[in-house]
């Protein structure tokens, strides 16, 4: 016998807000530069394997070139110091984690 479909949600229950990522909603326009692109290029050279990953024995290779100190929470963009290589799933998992810290007020 076919069931009825469900509603998504009970009519008493208010509507889920619509969840905005910080990295969607105000990328930096640096990242789209050549600049960017060779400063990227040569951490990946420095350094080809993630650093977490290494840390952690295992060898994968860099597809990322991270701000070790978040440019929005007062890292240097252009600093080759703050910038470190790391894999996609690696990266990702950093990024969740910094999603939820503020910049320092002052």
Known sequence: MP????????PW????AKRV?????A??????TAQWQAARKA??????CCVVCTSLGRTTPATVTDHITPVRLGGSF???????S????????????ERTQTAPRG
């Open 3 to 10: 069931s009825l479909p469900k509603p998504t949600r009970r």
């Open 13 to 16: 229950q208010p509507a889920p």
């Open 21 to 25: 990522y910080q990295q969607h909603e």
């Open 27 to 32: 990328r930096d326009s640096r990242y789209d």
């Open 43 to 48: 951490q990946i050279a420095r350094c080809p």
């Open 78 to 84: 252009w600093d080759a110091n703050n910038h470190q």
């Open 86 to 97: 790391l894999c996609r799933a690696c990266h990702q998992a950093k990024s969740a984690s």
